[in-house]
């Protein structure tokens, strides 16, 4: 009778861990399919030559010389446009590596991962690319944009994510409550009355209720 109840209870429990495998290796084939489209985007937009500004460009291994430059010389639009546009080209890191890497960590790994991606970007434009340069604002600005949508969007999606790697946990059927044995009585120090002993006690006591009281 309890297998007969169990094995609904088994194939339920087999369906439902098929369900999840299945939406785990689809949301990781979205993850990789996104981030090699991201890829080729990124690559396209910052390993394009630009040789019209091949006299303007030039690498900048300061922190905070292009951003001064944008809030100097750049108008309000124009700033916004080349800050903004560098931390949106940071944020699929921040929302899709955290998916393709290991939970452990997981933000440690996604910092170093776009950093070490971004530098080696930065490094080929301004080595191979005509009208390209090497800027440590942008990978600054990369990186952040990364960071911001790790805290907003990544952290949630991967823990969700990450959950559904988890194996269910597996439930035992409650056993049916065992009576236990009694404890045995203690043992005094007096040994109980024999028969005879008993019978002599009861012949004084009536004996006694007989006799007349005194005055």
Not at 27 to 56: D, H, Q, R, Y
Not at 60 to 74: C, K, M, V
Not at 83 to 112: D, E, H, K, T, Y
Not at 168 to 189: C, Q, S
Request: glycine share 8%; net charge positive.
């Amino acid at each position: 009778m309890d297998a007969a109840a169990a094995r609904p209870e088994r194939d339920g429990t087999r369906n439902r861990g098929w369900g999840r495998l299945l939406l785990r290796v689809s949301i990781l084939v979205l993850a990789f399919v996104a981030m090699v489209g991201f890829s080729v985007v990124l690559a396209k937009v910052t390993l394009t030559p630009s040789p019209a500004s091949e006299e303007l460009v030039k690498s900048n291994l300061h922190p905070g010389r292009s951003l001064r430059q944008y809030a100097e010389d750049y108008t309000f639009l124009a700033a916004c446009k080349q800050a903004g546009g560098n931390l949106l080209l940071g944020m699929p890191f921040g929302i899709l590596l955290p998916i393709l890497v290991p939970r452990r960590l997981r933000m440690l790994r996604m910092f170093v991962l776009t950093v070490i991606v971004i530098v080696l970007v930065e490094l080929v434009q301004g080595a191979v690319v005509t009208g390209r340069a090497f800027d440590v604002d942008d990978v600054i600005l990369n990186t952040a944009g990364a960071l911001l949508a790790y805290l907003f969007v990544g952290r949630r999606l991967s823990h969700r994510y990450h959950v559904l790697a988890e194996p269910e946990p597996v439930r035992t059927p409650a056993r049916p409550a065992t009576r236990r044995p009694k404890a045995p009585a203690r043992r005094t120090g007096r040994r109980p009355a024999s028969v005879w002993t008993r019978m002599r006690h009861g012949v004084r006591r009536r004996a006694a209720r007989g006799r007349p009281r005194k005055r």
